[in-house]
């Protein structure tokens, strides 16, 4: 078998790249279909395997690997399309899921409305039992009360159970009792044991991952289980790995046990493709990468070379959404894609998102039956798509469509219809900014300091002044932005994560219970990786993490443990060292007079995977300036309508060098090289995008 193949099925396109064995590499592109996702799924395989002249099932039947990822486990919880979930509790403690963490992002705001919790409280029972801190059991389980429980829910019409008593990470007895009596009075209907899932201090972060996992048991069970029998029937024999949010892949049983795994699992592919460009072109290993869809805009940071991790993945607004509660790639997502809706609010302001045309009905352009304004549209309109090339010319873009729609928005705002096209797309623009400064510049990064990688089929648009208003001098865009998380799956490795919790203080260091705590960590990261080697995988990682804070903090941050065993006082002094210097770096704060705090504990498996090869450089190209294929009239805010050269991607070689403006047409996304600005194709193949303050990297020999 030569080829390997990676999905990233979006909410509005499904991307797809093919690698062969020598590392050539095909993207294929089709809307998503969201009633049934193989369809999208096989028109996007079909695309790509046009390219290579053979058809479906010859590809998929000469497939060794296949890696898939979905953002239906995503959408599911932020359309509230879950399973009809049961929560059950330690009697006295109803509302965890009620009162989340307790916290608000403005402390004078008295008059919140709290969304309904994530599993209503109809659906909440409390079960007679208690375990202290220490382990001890204060109170016996009440069966005969958890089996009248169990009755209940059953006679409800429950699809999932969620279970999380209090201090079950220490204890775990009675969370087992319950687990066996529900196998036993509701045999199929799946549930999820806290403990099993995140045995994690703080009971809200791990009762919601709980609610989350158990809720979309029922969904994406049903989903992989018929995307594996589809792919059966198509042909496909080779093995099936899933994309998860921990930014690698696992095989889909795994997945399938855990799919709360899943959530965010094609967005935290992007950093690992962001990384792996940046350094093949030498422009560091301090990145920010952006994918920028039909639907989202994601945004991920890599610093030194080790993508951001993050406990804090809220649907919808910081502690009044829903907690994933689970160590997840740190992604942060705007509505701002090119499906995004124009609208204008009770109040008369112009907005963008997050609501999303998605990809049905999607844009007006599509002739599908959009009603709505969107930022495709408003490209379409300012000349930016050429409507008979979107997708390579295997979908027609309606051009009269597009300007009557923005034309209706325009009018109700009294502008012209470029101006108003224009208004459209600088919103989305500043939604995106917004995204990239809450990474960075909340977190203490500064963006100057870190070079830009854009990906997505609508990156192109405006990744210019987005890097002009973040002050980054250069964007990387390689030739696969229009599928960079795919990418990303094609260069991933297989990531398991195994948390635990034990809580120390460097004032008073117990190194047995630290090393305990990492023994058992150890003992899963030997048990997977026996399985794995069983597979035929040999080379193997592992590194281990601690979530600490200063004495009478409130919030964790994660720090690399020095060490895989605590020997000396030099180790806690080499933990506390690392802390200091983390903590530093993000909040400009170094107390080293202060004992340190570990809370939460992580070991991270990493098992590494055939990857294929990246383009290597070409001998040195000297500058040159193309003949563009054609011309065609856009609209600028700085030159108003005027006619403008456009090149085609495959006709660009190495040493090209564009001056905006001007249009450059790749198959899966367009580049607009405004005014000023400029574009130039690298010794590999990549475009390098120096907006107009920037200066450095144009003579780069790499570049």
């Excluded at 609508?458 to 208003?469: F, H, R």
């Excluded at 960590?521 to 193997?540: T, Y």
Aim: proline share 5%; aromatic share 6%.
């Amino acid at each position: 078998m030569s080829f390997r193949i990676s999905v990233d099925t979006g909410g509005t396109f499904t991307d797809v790249i093919v690698t062969d064995a020598d590392g050539k590499l095909v993207l294929g592109k089709a809307l998503t279909t969201p009633h049934r996702s193989f369809e999208g799924f096989s028109a996007s395989v079909a695309s790509a395997a046009a390219q290579l002249g053979l058809p479906v099932e010859a590809l998929l039947k000469d497939t060794s690997v296949l890696i898939y990822g979905t953002t239906r486990a995503t959408n599911a919880i932020v359309e509230q399309k879950v399973a009809k979930t049961a929560f059950l509790v330690t009697e006295g403690f109803p509302d965890i899921l009620v009162y989340r963490q307790g916290g608000k992002l403005n402390a004078t705001q008295l008059n919140i409305d709290l969304p309904p919790p994530y599993v209503p409280r109809r659906l909440t029972w409390q079960i007679p039992e208690r375990v202290d801190a220490a382990g001890e059991v204060l109170m016996p389980i009440d069966v005969e009360a958890l089996d009248r429980i169990l009755h209940e829910i059953k006679a409800k019409g429950v699809e999932a159970i969620a279970v999380c008593l209090l201090w079950s990470i220490v204890n775990s007895t009675h969370e087992l009792a319950v687990g066996k009596r529900i196998a036993e009075i509701l045999p199929g209907v799946p549930f999820t044991l806290s403990h099993q899932l995140n045995p994690i201090i703080r009971e809200y972060p791990r009762a919601s991952s709980t609610a989350i996992d158990a809720s979309l048991k029922p969904l994406m069970q049903e989903h992989l289980s018929a995307l594996k029998q589809d792919l059966a029937e198509a042909g496909f024999t080779g093995e099936l790995l899933v994309s998860t949010s921990f930014g690698g892949v696992m095989h889909i049983e795994d997945v399938i046990a855990k799919p709360s795994y899943m959530v965010m699992s094609g967005p935290a592919m992007a950093p690992l493709a962001g990384l792996a460009y940046a350094e093949s072109e030498k422009l560091g290993n301090d990145i920010i990468v952006v994918d920028a869809g039909g639907t989202t805009f994601d945004v991920s940071l890599v610093r030194q070379g080790m993508v951001k991790y993050t406990r804090e993945t809220w649907f919808g607004e910081q502690y009044v959404g829903h907690n994933l509660g689970m160590s997840t790639v740190d992604v942060r997502s705007v509505g701002a894609g090119g499906g995004s809706i124009a609208w204008i609010d009770s109040g008369g302001l112009f907005r963008v998102g997050p609501k999303s045309a998605g990809s049905v009905p999607g844009p007006a352009c599509y002739s599908r039956g959009g009603t709505s304004p969107t930022v495709t549209d408003a490209a379409v309109v300012l000349g930016y798509l050429d409507p008979d090339y979107f997708l390579a010319g295997r979908m027609k873009l309606d051009v009269g469509a597009a300007e009557a729609i923005v034309g209706q928005i325009a009018e109700q705002i009294g502008k012209s219809l470029h101006e108003t096209a224009t208004s459209i797309l600088t919103l989305s623009t500043e939604n995106m900014i917004g995204a990239i400064q809450s990474i960075t510049v909340n977190d203490g990064v500064n963006p100057r300091d870190s070079i830009l990688v854009a990906g997505g089929g609508a990156a192109g648009l405006n990744i210019l002044p987005i890097a002009q208003t973040l002050g980054c001098d250069r964007v990387l865009l390689p030739r696969t932005a229009g599928a960079l998380s795919a990418c990303g799956a094609q260069l991933s490795d297989i990531v398991v994560e195994f948390p635990g919790s034990c809580f120390l203080s460097t004032a008073d260091f117990d190194m047995d219970k630290a090393n305990a705590l990492l023994s058992s960590l150890q003992a899963q990261l030997e048990d997977f990786r026996e399985r794995l080697a069983a597979r035929g995988i040999q080379r193997f990682h592992r590194s281990f993490f601690v979530e600490a804070r200063y004495s009478g903090q409130q919030f964790e941050i994660e720090v690399p443990v020095p060490v895989e065993r605590f020997e000396t006082d030099a180790n806690i002094e080499a933990l506390v060292v690392a802390f200091n210097d983390i903590h530093e770096r993000l909040y400009g704060v170094r107390d080293v007079h202060s004992a340190v705090e570990c809370v939460n504990w992580k070991a991270r498996l990493r098992a590494e995977l055939t990857k294929p090869p990246l383009a290597s450089a070409t001998a040195e190209a000297a500058r040159s300036t193309p003949a563009p294929a054609k011309h065609r009239a856009c609209y600028f805010t700085e030159t108003g309508m005027t006619r403008v050269p456009v090149y085609y991607g495959n006709q660009l070689t190495p040493g090209d060098h564009i001056d905006g403006p001007a249009i450059i047409e790749e198959a899966t996304t367009t580049i607009v090289v405004y005014p000023k600005t400029s574009a130039r194709v690298t010794l590999r193949d990549n475009y390098i995008l120096t907006p107009v303050s920037g200066l450095r990297g144009l003579d780069n020999g790499d570049c």
